[in-house]
């Protein structure tokens, strides 16, 4: 069973920068897809970045040129760059994975993200 770990959340100014990172265990080959939604109050939980086994990338429209994800395959981690950050990405940040392309989606337990003066 995959579970994923989030690290990195916290406070930071407009204009700031913060790196969050994420962790996948149970799985013995790396993950089709890890990425990275997000959840602001009263709003539905959009996309902000993902980044499957073959190199490709889908980043949400509001954080493209700002943010950037990576991953290491072997060892199922995902890290979400993130620059030039304004009040409007404050959120809940979810890692995301997927075992394979036809699999079931699994959620990391969040972790908040807050910019502001």
């Known amino acids: 069973q995959v579970q994923l770990v989030e690290s990195g959340g916290g406070l930071v100014q407009p204009g700031g920068s913060l790196t969050l990172s994420c962790a996948a265990s149970?799985?013995?080959?790396?993950?089709?897809?890890m990425g990275w939604y997000r959840q602001a109050p009263g709003k539905q939980r959009e996309v902000v970045a993902t980044?499957?086994?073959?190199?490709?990338?889908n980043y949400g429209d509001s954080v493209k040129g700002r943010f950037t994800i990576s991953r290491v395959n072997a060892q199922n981690t995902a890290t979400l760059q993130m620059t030039s950050l304004e009040p409007e990405d404050t959120a809940v940040y979810f890692c995301?994975?997927?075992?394979?392309?036809?699999?079931?989606?699994?959620w990391g337990q969040g972790t908040q993200v807050t910019v502001a003066s």
């Open positions: 980044l499957s086994t073959g190199g490709h990338t």
């Open positions: 149970g799985s013995n080959s790396p993950l089709y897809v």
């Open positions: 995301y994975a997927r075992r394979t392309a036809l699999a079931s989606i699994v």
